[in-house]
């Protein structure tokens, strides 16, 4: 089973600074997905990313897949606190079958 | 309503007990899953099916077992919960539509505490 190691675990920054969330493994998934995770709710899709290399904005989150389709990575810019969450990353095995990392919970603080 | 609804969303049980936790959805997709969510572990794959023939196990499937009734049914069951079973189940649906982008649709989780 390949494993996605995130970094970092936690997260605790002001309104307006910028993060960097990172999602790792030593495997080559055919694609990766961003999630994120409110209280008491299930994880909801940010993005998908196929193409090694390719990167993807969604306002001011931009998501990164590594050359080699390994890792890939979240930026923040001007963080704010309805982007608090569980940020998870999703590598898929094959067709379909995604498996998730280990999470980044984001808190910020206005 | 929820296109993909669990029951129980809490559930508190004792050692060796049965425990079966119910997922329906109403999205139509072919593709079913079960997840245990625990801190610091994210995600982690239990059992899925692509279709009601068609089962078959993920990273923890020991301990579990599922039952696909329907292509809109998918239910978990837990023959003799232990203390270790205590965690967040999810339950998603995936669609194999032509253009889909594989994305997962989660319930709102069932809370299982095995005491």
């Known amino acids: 089973t390949q494993l996605l190691e995130q970094s970092p675990q936690f997260l605790s920054i002001q309104e307006g600074e910028n993060l960097t969330v990172y999602c790792n493994s030593s495997?080559?998934?055919?694609?990766l997905q961003w999630y994120r995770q409110e209280p008491g709710e299930g994880p909801v899709l940010l993005v998908t990313?196929?193409?090694?290399?390719e990167v993807k904005k969604l306002k001011r989150l931009t998501f990164q897949f590594g050359d080699a389709r390994k890792d890939s990575s979240l930026h923040i810019t001007a963080a704010q606190p309805g982007d608090t969450g569980l940020y998870l990353c999703?590598?898929?095995?094959?067709?379909?079958?995604?498996?998730f990392g280990t999470g980044t919970r984001l808190k910020v603080l206005a | 309503d929820a296109d993909v609804t669990q029951t129980p969303r809490n559930r508190i049980t004792k050692t060796g007990k049965r425990i079966m936790l119910e997922c329906s959805q109403t999205?139509?997709?072919?593709?079913m899953y079960w997840y245990r969510q625990d801190p610091g572990l994210g995600l982690r794959l239990i059992y899925y099916?692509?279709?009601?023939?068609?089962?078959n196990k993920g990273e923890i499937s020991d301990g579990y077992s599922v039952s696909r009734q329907a292509q809109a049914k998918f239910s978990l069951s837990l023959e003799s919960a232990i203390p270790n079973q205590t965690a967040l189940y999810f339950c998603?649906?995936?669609?194999?539509?032509?253009?889909?982008?594989?994305?997962?649709?989660f319930g709102e989780g069932s809370r299982l505490t095995v005491l």
């Open positions: 999703a590598g898929a095995e094959g067709t379909y079958k995604y498996i």
């Open positions: 998603a649906t995936s669609d194999t539509g032509q253009g889909n982008t594989g994305e997962l649709f």
């Open positions: 990313v196929v193409t090694g290399g």
């Open positions: 099916s692509f279709d009601v023939k068609d089962i």
């Open positions: 999205k139509g997709h072919d593709r």
């Open positions: 495997s080559v998934f055919s694609s």
